[in-house]
């Protein structure tokens, strides 16, 4: 139950099944996420809140076991970009989208590569959520400016 949590699903799976590699697991893990902020644009922000923090929670527990975050997990980064795209939607959405991703891949912002540093779960999770809040301060920048 943990490890197809962990693994955003089963989504961050299926590049190890396709080519025999991990590389990309966490894009597809972030796209997966994507499609389910699609789905919940119409949704009130506090419920998009809430999912974030269901997942969130779930990544914490869900990856706890897996200490040195293989490439197959990536329910993390699904808990970061709903963090990102928290009442966003059209352009803003695709920048928080790309900013989160930059944020996560790079670890060059403040606070991504400590976050990452943090024991078990927490810091398999950690990065992405500061990376996740990156996004989405990127993405409400674009929304007020536009």
Request: a negative charge; charged letters at 10%; glycine letters at 16%.
């Amino acid at each position: 139950m943990r490890r197809f949590i962990a693994s955003g699903f089963g989504l961050g799976l299926l590049p190890r099944r396709l080519r025999a590699s991990d590389a990309g697991a966490g894009t597809v893990g972030a796209f997966g996420a994507a499609g389910l902020s699609a789905v919940l644009w119409a949704a009130p922000v506090w419920f998009e809140i809430l999912i974030a923090a269901v997942f969130v929670a779930g990544s914490v527990w869900a990856t706890a076991p897996f200490a040195d975050d293989p490439g197959w997990v990536t329910i993390d980064e699904q808990a970061g970009v709903l963090i990102a795209f928290v009442g966003l939607s059209g352009v803003p959405w695709v920048v928080a989208f790309v900013v989160f991703r930059l944020a996560d891949i790079f670890k060059q912002t403040p606070g991504v590569g400590a976050a990452e540093r943090l024991p078990g779960g927490w810091g398999i999770t950690g990065d992405d959520v500061v990376a996740g809040f990156y996004g989405l301060a990127a993405g409400w920048a674009v929304t007020l400016l536009m």
